[in-house]
């Protein structure tokens, strides 16, 4: 049963904490996708992948946040050091790279809270 | 920003009545995408639209788009309680790989 894994469920963290969030997308996709929920903003892209480069970040905060790909099996957001307004659902999500015209996986999310 | 926005953002129906969802979007778009979430789980994709069709069906699924209006319909026909979730439309664009969502519509189906 292929699915996207995400690492922690939930986390609750003190505001300067570093926060590292995991993602394991579906074997053989090669985009892969951070969204963060909230309430007030609602689904927001914070960066996405393909062939583990990074294509677009500019949804993220760019000074605390960060994404990387270090293998095909692995992604990752940081952020550093977190603050209390980073509290949110944050969704990872992945698809095959060669069809484009399909949609995305997603995993269960992570919930932060920094306190 | 967000490409697609959702009209309503809450409906709440009878069961067995028929349940309809607007989306907008703003750019030029490869394909439209419908998602459904529970609260606190996931989203789930429940269909795609690709930008040179004009209407799909899935089970009690009907969705339309409509490029020249940039505007596409979810319709649920016959709801259960079970349909009872979030429902949001995301766009991929023309390169079909970014894939923006809106704000959603929360419907709920009262048994």
């Known amino acids: 049963d292929a699915r996207v894994t995400q690492t922690p469920r939930h986390k609750v963290t003190e505001m300067g904490q570093e926060v590292t969030m995991r993602c394991q997308p579906i074997l053989g996709h090669n985009t892969v996708f951070w969204y963060r929920q909230t309430m007030m903003q609602g689904l927001e892209l914070l960066a996405y992948?393909?062939?583990?480069?990074?294509?677009?970040d500019s949804g993220m905060p760019k000074d605390r946040f960060s994404a990387e790909m270090p293998d095909a099996t692995l992604a990752t957001l940081k952020i550093q050091p977190s603050e209390p307004r980073d509290s949110a659902v944050y969704f990872c999500?992945?698809?095959?790279?060669?069809?484009?015209?399909?949609?995305?996986?997603f995993g269960q999310g992570t919930r932060l809270t920094v306190v | 920003s967000q490409q697609g926005e959702e009209d309503p953002q809450a409906l709440s129906i009878q069961e067995g009545e028929n349940a309809t969802m607007n989306c907008s979007y703003k750019t030029s778009i490869n394909n439209l995408q419908w998602y459904r979430q529970n609260s606190g789980r996931g989203l789930v994709h429940l269909i795609l639209i690709r930008s040179n069709e004009r209407e799909k069906h899935s089970g009690r699924l009907r969705v339309t788009l409509d490029t020249s209006k940039k505007s596409s319909s979810l319709l649920i026909t016959a709801s259960r309680a079970a349909d009872t979730a979030s429902y949001f439309c995301a766009t991929a664009n023309t390169g079909g790989f970014k894939t923006i969502f809106g704000a959603g519509t929360r419907l709920f189906v009262k048994a």
């Open positions: 992948f393909r062939n583990r480069a990074p294509l677009d």
């Open positions: 999500a992945s698809g095959p790279t060669l069809q484009m015209n399909t949609e995305a996986f």
